[in-house]
């Protein structure tokens, strides 16, 4: 029988990392070759391309690096050959990695980004088993057309939805609405389906777009400060439903005054905002004065969708439809 193939495209990360005695910390220093070593069994299920793509803590990831590696997994999704592709990640900012490449690649062939919470200097280091259910999910025909899909711990979530939820937990990624699937036995289990998926086609992104989280009693000065930097976009993390205290709705006026585009989102876990409330600072409010309502995103994913659309050049109707 002819097995499936996969590309793995190894970026660093804790899944790659052993403690140097020298620093006392744990450091990048395992190859994508190294690290598969210690996948037991993983020949059987499939062939498997290496692409060590760099060693690095995912903290140090810019933009330039995410591009080239979205270069790189489309070529390979084009390839007959290849059944699907890995990224491997460091699970600081695994989930806005993904979610920049879920909505920047738009293909059938699913795309996996994995990671590890512990290094393989310690017990239970859990990059293996993740790299293996990684596979498992790669080769499976029912994770075609689902975007990218986040795995670890054998579970399996969509990188729109996923979120890091605990600092050292196994099963610290997880999504609002639950898990897409999981790993049973070495195949894919889905327990729901996608209802739409989002695709930005740009190759272009704006990075003055900054993020604030709002508290009480708060005021203009982060808000005017970024203005003045040359902020194109602001996302801020509002209160509840999206509300702001008194002072940084005035500096919400002036961001807009000055064309500045402004996304409300909840600084809260889960829950969409709304324009619910009518009072200064309010929902409705903000809406009134043609600030964009965020709709469920959080703030570092809805940071990265603003960046991609004001890259591509999208009005601001568009991106209000977008969010």
């Not at 899944?15 to 020298?22: P, Q």
């Not at 330039?64 to 489309?74: H, Q, R, S, T």
């Not at 809406?287 to 570092?300: C, F, K, T, V």
């Amino acid at each position: 029988m002819i097995k499936p193939k996969v590309c793995i495209i190894f970026t660093g990360g804790t899944i790659s990392m052993t403690v140097d005695e020298t620093v006392g910390a744990a450091i990048p220093t395992l190859s994508g070759e190294k690290i598969l070593a210690m996948v037991s069994n993983i020949d059987k299920l499939a062939d498997i391309e290496v692409i060590n793509f760099s060693e690095i803590p995912s903290p140090h990831i810019t933009f330039d690096m995410l591009f080239n590696v979205k270069k790189l997994i489309i070529q390979k999704l084009d390839q007959d050959d290849i059944s699907g592709v890995i990224v491997t990640h460091g699970t600081d900012t695994l989930e806005e990695s993904a979610y920049f490449l879920d909505l920047t690649i738009n293909h059938y062939k699913p795309v996996i980004v994995v990671g590890a919470m512990r290094n393989s200097s310690e017990l239970g280091y859990d990059g293996s088993s993740n790299l293996a259910a990684a596979v498992c999910t790669a080769i499976s025909k029912k994770a075609q057309n689902k975007g990218v899909l986040v795995v670890l711990n054998n579970v399996v979530n969509l990188a729109s939805e996923v979120v890091k939820t605990n600092t050292l937990s196994l099963d610290t990624f997880q999504s609002p609405y639950g898990p897409l699937g999981i790993i049973d036995t070495n195949d894919l289990i889905l327990y729901r389906n996608i209802a739409y998926r989002e695709f930005i086609d740009t190759d272009k992104i704006e990075r003055n777009v900054v993020l604030i989280k709002t508290v009480v009693d708060m005021d203009d000065s982060l808000i005017r400060a970024s203005v003045e930097l040359g902020a194109k976009g602001i996302i801020l993390e509002a209160m509840g439903r999206g509300n702001l205290p008194l002072k940084v709705f005035e500096g919400v006026k002036y961001a807009l005054s000055k064309g500045v585009l402004v996304v409300i989102v909840s600084r809260c876990n889960s829950g969409r905002v709304f324009e619910s409330y009518g009072y200064g600072g309010g929902g409705k409010e903000l809406s009134n004065l043609g600030a964009i309502m965020g709709g469920e995103a959080r703030g570092p994913k809805a940071r990265i969708k603003l960046m991609l659309a004001l890259g591509k050049g999208m009005t601001k109707q568009q991106i209000k439809q977008l969010f």
